[in-house]
């Protein structure tokens, strides 16, 4: 089933990441300390740690990197990025598309590169736009 590739999910390295994700889910939801949260949350808690390794690994720049007009501008932002500064948006919105084409890992070792409000803030958006991608092939 890795190999089937979904119309809004292009690549292999996604596929797997949904694959391991849904497994985890599963696992999380079972243990006592989750049975409280929601599935959005344990989605959360499950990336956290893919982020904060390649944060770990890749030190934070000083200043922010240029990132490029991306063609598509329809990701599902953070409501908290509504006031945010364009360059700001479009760094999460590259984030998202790289995540979307190579997987989550590669994805977070770029946003290592940047300022943790930016990695923060693609946690939130991937995590949501993973929940919402679960919920819609009815994993969740």
């Known amino acids: 089933m890795a190999d089937v590739i979904h119309k809004n999910f292009e690549h292999n390295a996604l596929e797997a990441d949904i694959q391991k994700l849904s497994k985890e889910i599963v696992d999380k939801k079972e243990l006592p300390e989750h ?59 590259k984030l998202i598309d790289l995540a979307m084409h190579y997987g989550v890992e590669k994805a977070a070792k770029a946003a290592s590169r940047l300022n943790a409000f930016v990695v923060d803030a693609f946690h939130d958006a991937i995590a949501d736009r993973l929940y919402d991608e679960l919920k819609n092939r009815k994993i969740l």
């Open 35 to 93: 049975k409280d949260l929601s599935e959005k949350d344990i989605i959360k808690k499950i990336l956290y740690p893919i982020i904060q390794q390649a944060v770990i690994q890749q030190p934070m720049a000083d200043g922010q990197q240029s990132i490029r007009q991306l063609a598509d501008q329809n990701q599902n932002l953070p409501d908290y990025l509504k006031d945010a500064p364009d360059d700001i948006k479009l760094q999460v919105e």
